[in-house]
């Protein structure tokens, strides 16, 4: 029973450059939530989706960020126009259903973006 | 909104006793977490409280109160391996799901 998996675990792009983070949530999970964690600081939401919705988008910068979980395959943080205040690491989480137990968020080993 | 707050760092001693405190202002509550993350790595759950009281797991104990906006993280027979950071978060009752996380509690544990 493999648990939620994020690639690639490391990223270097230049300024300008886009990056494309994946995360495939754990088997039967429905709900897929992105962090943001800046070294020494705590996870910071950024989005909340379930397959093909956004349900909740207000932690995410107004430009250059996008997200989505379609109906096949894993879900994609994507980054245009890369800058240096983008290298942090972005974890991925994912939780059963609603109304499934405690629903606790399960989460991935992350993605480290450098930024050069 | 959800506020929460946590101290940044802590220092306890190899099978002392320590209390992590969180506190918490939301717009909605629908239970209360805590995770712990070791260096480099994802966080892990260590527990849940929606309820107001204690609840025990092995070494690692958590207790809410609903009505002060109040939490902590009890940590028994402390061993080197425990020094991690230790994050609350707050599932608020919009959104099911979503959870706010503090910014972590930095826990070093000394010979």
């Known amino acids: 029973n493999a648990g939620v998996m994020q690639n690639p675990r490391h990223l270097v792009r230049r300024r300008g450059q886009e990056a494309r983070l994946r995360c495939s949530p754990m088997k039967g999970h429905s709900h897929v939530y992105w962090y943001r964690q800046l070294p020494e600081e705590g996870l910071k939401f950024m989005v909340y989706l379930q397959k093909e919705n956004i349900i909740d988008e207000s932690g995410m910068p107004k430009e250059r960020f996008s997200a989505e979980f379609p109906k096949e395959g894993p879900s994609i943080l994507r980054i245009q126009q890369v800058v240096r205040g983008d290298s942090a690491a972005y974890f991925c989480a994912s939780s059963p259903p609603t109304g499934q137990g405690v629903n606790e968020q399960y989460f991935g080993p992350g993605t480290r973006l450098t930024v050069t | 909104g959800q506020n929460i707050d946590q101290p940044t760092e802590m220092t306890a001693t190899e099978g002392a006793i320590v209390q992590i405190n969180c506190t918490y202002q939301t717009s909605g509550f629908n239970g209360l977490f805590w995770y712990q993350q070791h260096a480099g790595e994802a966080p892990t759950f260590l527990s849940y409280?929606?309820?107001?009281g204690l609840e025990e797991k092995g070494r690692f104990s958590s207790f809410l109160s609903r009505s002060k906006g109040y939490s902590y993280l009890l940590l028994k027979e402390l061993q080197m391996k425990d020094s991690a950071s230790y994050l609350c978060a707050v599932r608020g009752n919009t959104n099911a799901g979503k959870s706010t996380f503090g910014d972590g509690t930095t826990l070093t544990v000394k010979p």
């Open positions: 409280n929606v309820l107001d």
